[in-house]
């Protein structure tokens, strides 16, 4: 497939009409399935309801697409479009989706995963996007429950009841500030409020997405973007749901994460970020008083090399943090969730 400054020539949408090309350097695929899905999709429902479309990340994972990717086609037969953003992967998974006929990007180079899940949802043209792992199976009607959802124009995001290879279910975020660092994990497995949608099983608003600016690159290579997304539209007055009856399948595959870094620069990257989120993103005096206090003592009384190098890795990218207004101060969003946040025994001291 060639490449070239931005694409080459124009890439056509369904209807023959010329579509205006981001400045970004890539390569583009498109199959006839999309065509085939548009013609269904306009032939089964009503013209006024609210499309959607599924974008999925690869990196590397040419097997797993080669097994997942048709369940993902029959589990969404009225999808506007399936699109996988490939991030520069050096397998054969391109292949792979020409073989299966599935629409792809592929990047020139490794951007991440912020920067290709921002890509996917700009090349999409569903009013949703519906955004899944590539080792996320969905299981048959799960957007049933979802999609009217959606009516409420205030909604961002709908996370989906991921369960696991041993069973453990999750998607439901809960969170609270301890000691100057908002602590987060799953909360109940129950329909309702959610902290945050998960970036790779979940269903957003594609406007409000723009709107909040998406994904946040500061954080690459990851651990927290999803959260913090989720964090700025609470604070910018939208809500998230988490819905159980929204039900997919994660084969937990080992993540190109894991094999591509050590656990040394995981713990400092998670700790670089903790960081970048508090700065970003509190606005209350309080808690920000409680960041620098607390401060040396994850420092000192805490002490790792990982925390340091963290540490020294989110002061270089002070200059690079965007700060935006908000109209919800961050104990009006930490008392949806703080309730039913219980502390652990490590967690005291």
């Known amino acids: 497939m060639a490449k070239s400054k931005g694409y080459e020539g124009k890439r056509k949408g369904e209807f023959g009409k010329a579509i205006k090309k981001p400045a970004c350097s890539l390569s583009f695929s498109r199959t006839t399935l999309a065509g085939h899905r548009l013609k269904l999709f306009y032939s089964k429902i009503d013209r006024k309801s609210m499309t959607y479309s599924v974008v999925i990340t690869n990196y590397n994972g040419a097997e797993i697409l080669k097994k997942n990717l048709p369940k993902v086609v029959a589990a969404t037969p009225d999808a506007l479009e399936i699109l996988v953003v490939d991030d520069c992967s050096t397998d054969h998974s391109t292949e792979v989706l020409k073989e299966l006929k599935i629409e792809y990007i592929k990047t020139d180079k490794n951007m991440g995963f912020s920067s290709t899940t921002n890509l996917?949802?700009?090349?999409?043209?569903?009013?949703?996007?519906?955004?899944?792992?590539?080792?996320?199976?969905?299981?048959?009607?799960?957007?049933?429950?979802?999609?009217?959802?959606?009516?409420?124009?205030?909604?961002?995001?709908?996370?989906?009841?991921?369960?696991?290879?041993?069973?453990?279910?999750?998607?439901?975020?809960?969170?609270?500030?301890?000691?100057?660092?908002?602590?987060?994990?799953?909360?109940?497995?129950?329909?309702?409020?959610?902290?945050?949608?998960?970036?790779?099983?979940?269903?957003?608003?594609?406007?409000?997405?723009?709107?909040?600016?998406?994904?946040?690159?500061?954080?690459?290579?990851?651990?927290?973007?999803?959260?913090?997304?989720?964090?700025?539209?609470?604070?910018?007055?939208?809500?998230?749901?988490?819905?159980?009856?929204?039900?997919?399948?994660?084969?937990?595959?080992?993540?190109?994460?894991?094999?591509?870094?050590?656990?040394?620069?995981?713990?400092?990257?998670?700790?670089?970020?903790?960081?970048?989120?508090?700065?970003?993103?509190?606005?209350d005096k309080k808690y920000l008083l409680k960041y620098l206090f607390f401060l040396p003592y994850h420092l000192i009384y805490k002490f790792t090399l990982a925390f340091w190098y963290g540490f020294l890795m989110f002061l270089v990218r002070i200059p690079y943090i965007k700060r935006i207004k908000f109209i919800k101060s961050d104990e009006e969003v930490e008392n949806l969730f703080a309730g039913e946040f219980v502390i652990k025994n490590e967690e005291i001291f």
């Open 120 to 283: 996917g949802v700009k090349m999409a043209k569903g009013d949703l996007v519906v955004l899944l792992n590539s080792d996320v199976i969905p299981t048959k009607n799960f957007l049933k429950p979802v999609l009217p959802k959606f009516s409420n124009g205030k909604l961002f995001a709908v996370g989906l009841h991921d369960i696991d290879d041993a069973g453990v279910s999750r998607g439901r975020g809960v969170g609270k500030f301890i000691r100057g660092f908002l602590m987060h994990r799953p909360g109940e497995v129950k329909s309702g409020i959610s902290l945050w949608a998960s970036g790779g099983s979940g269903v957003f608003n594609r406007k409000i997405w723009n709107e909040i600016g998406g994904l946040d690159t500061i954080y690459n290579p990851a651990y927290g973007e999803d959260v913090d997304l989720g964090y700025r539209a609470w604070k910018m007055g939208y809500e998230i749901l988490f819905e159980k009856d929204a039900v997919v399948e994660h084969r937990h595959e080992e993540g190109s994460l894991r094999k591509r870094y050590s656990p040394f620069f995981r713990k400092a990257v998670t700790f670089r970020n903790q960081n970048i989120f508090v700065l970003k993103n509190i606005t």
